[in-house]
């Protein structure tokens, strides 16, 4: 099983415990509602799936300045 592959998987899963594709279709689709990422803590830090790619940090400060630069909104697994 290829990295790419396990990462898909993993977003899916994840996509239907988290009933994404429900909010998706509820959205009004106004610019007003934030972009929502998934962060969660690794064995070297913690990483972000956003848009599909996964993208890592090595602290949550990290995290928090990225999300404040890209304008959205995190949402923390297991933490």
């Known amino acids: 099983m290829t990295l790419a592959h396990g990462l898909d998987a993993a977003c899916k899963r994840i996509g239907k415990a988290l009933h994404l594709d429900a909010l998706k279709g509820s959205s009004t689709g106004t610019e007003a509602d934030p972009e929502w990422v998934i962060a969660y803590r690794t064995a070297q830090g913690?990483?972000?799936?956003?848009?599909?790619?996964?993208?890592?940090?090595s602290e949550m400060l990290d995290v928090q300045i990225w999300a404040e630069e890209m304008d959205v909104q995190t949402y923390f697994i297991g933490l």
Do not use: E, K, S, T
Not at 46 to 57: E, L, N, S
């Open 46 to 57: 913690f990483c972000c799936v956003y848009r599909g790619m996964a993208i890592d940090f």
